[in-house]
């Protein structure tokens, strides 16, 4: 199993990155992914999620209408597009995935670093 971020990198404040996170050895189309981020001296947190069949999203309050979380089922792939960045955005970002059903099974990604600065 293995979820492989990318797209990370030092973008200037205002600006935009498309991170992606390409899966693969487990059925993608049957697991909810998200996108977390740990921030310098900061908790992991949730920033977005995404259903197994796309079509229910989540945003946390301080990326909604600047962020989008889609997939491609056909090729395994979840995005994470993020606009009109800030420094606070700074972290690094973390690709997860949870199985549906009654018995959970989840797997994290390696982390891909966003730097917001000028």
């Known amino acids: 199993v293995q979820l492989v971020e990318s797209g990370g990198g030092l973008v200037q404040p205002g600006g935009s990155l498309r991170l992606s996170c390409a899966a693969s050895g487990f059925t993608f189309s049957r697991y909810d992914m998200r996108w977390y981020r740990q921030g310098p001296g900061k908790e992991r947190e949730l920033v977005a999620r995404?259903?197994?069949?796309?079509?229910?999203?989540y945003y946390a309050d301080s990326v909604k209408g600047r962020f989008t979380i889609s997939r491609v089922n056909a090729d395994n792939t979840v995005y994470l597009q993020m606009n009109s960045l800030k420094p606070e955005d700074t972290a690094v970002y973390y690709c997860?995935?949870?199985?549906?059903?009654?018995?959970?099974?989840?797997?994290w990604g390696q982390g891909t670093q966003v730097t917001v600065s000028s």
């Open positions: 995404i259903s197994s069949n796309g079509a229910s999203t």
């Open positions: 997860y995935a949870l199985s549906e059903g009654t018995v959970k099974v989840n797997y």
